[in-house]
């Protein structure tokens, strides 16, 4: 079977820095899959790289086996893939609906005239935006304004307005940054409920516990190349991912582990 999403060799580059080095990975359709790497690694320009949002310097990207060069930020949206932004991108101003209404509906120069036809065409995307919001558990907070928020509830309402546009590919741009532990989790355990409606999910993040915990196959970058890559378990025994983490996610890791190893011995 093809992979939905797929690069080959693609770099990313701004002057003589690549941020992005001969970089291939495989979105499987169904799966959750992991892209994850230490702050600096490149993520987020990758993502831009998919999504239209930054030039490719050489290789391509490919959704549904077509080559997305030249396509549009726009064109890869209405086709299907969909992100999400670290920096939240919310309208602070609107209401948590109004915010998922925004993004659910597809608009063209002649939308206007299509309303006017067919006044019942908002129904649909009513109904998508309450399916993300109900997906997500947010309902209680559709008429509140994003501004008064907690930071938590606005990265949810965040993936919710991505989910709005029913994506066939939903990429999501480090949704766990500023989320505590219990936050985190709970954030994992909506994204393994999308998988079940039938919405491919690409997770980017540096948070190792989360990308471990709900992905089924994770590539590791580092200084913008892929330096590992495979199942959870695979990445987080390789050495290579645990050199790139010294200092940070790594030794929780290895304490983990160390007291796994003593526990497995007092009994």
């Not at 495989?26 to 030039?55: C, R, S």
């Not at 080559?67 to 969909?82: F, I």
């Not at 608009?107 to 036809?117: E, G, H, P, R, V």
Request: hydrophobic share 40%; charged share 25%.
């Amino acid at each position: 079977m093809s992979a939905l999403l797929e690069t080959h060799d693609l770099t990313v580059s701004y002057g003589g820095l690549h941020a992005n080095s001969n970089v291939n990975i495989k979105v499987e359709k169904g799966k959750l899959t992991g892209l994850i790497g230490p702050n600096g690694a490149g993520k987020t320009t990758f993502i831009d790289a998919i999504t239209g949002f930054t030039n490719v310097s050489s290789g391509r990207a490919e959704f549904r086996g077509q080559d997305l060069s030249g396509e549009s930020a726009a064109g890869r949206a209405r086709n299907g893939l969909v992100r999400t932004f670290q920096s939240l991108e919310l309208f602070e101003d609107l209401t948590v609906w109004d915010n998922l209404i925004v993004m659910a509906e597809t608009t063209y120069w002649w939308s206007f005239l299509a309303d006017i036809i067919r006044p019942n065409r908002k129904v649909g995307v009513e109904e998508q935006a309450q399916w993300a919001l109900d997906l997500l558990g947010l309902g209680d907070l559709k008429d509140r304004l994003t501004f008064d928020l907690s930071h938590g509830q606005r990265k949810l309402v965040s993936v919710a307005r991505g989910l709005a546009a029913r994506p066939e590919l939903l990429l999501l741009d480090e949704p766990a940054a500023g989320l505590d532990t219990v936050e985190s989790q709970q954030l994992g355990s909506h994204l393994r409920e999308i998988l079940n409606r039938d919405i491919t999910l690409f997770l980017i993040d540096h948070d190792m516990g989360l990308v471990l915990s709900v992905c089924d196959y994770i590539y590791v970058l580092d200084f913008g190349k892929i330096i590992a890559e495979g199942t959870p378990d695979e990445v987080r025994k390789n050495p290579e991912v645990i050199k790139a983490y010294l200092g940070e996610t790594a030794g929780e890791i290895q304490a983990q582990e160390g007291a796994a190893v003593r526990q497995q011995g007092g009994n």
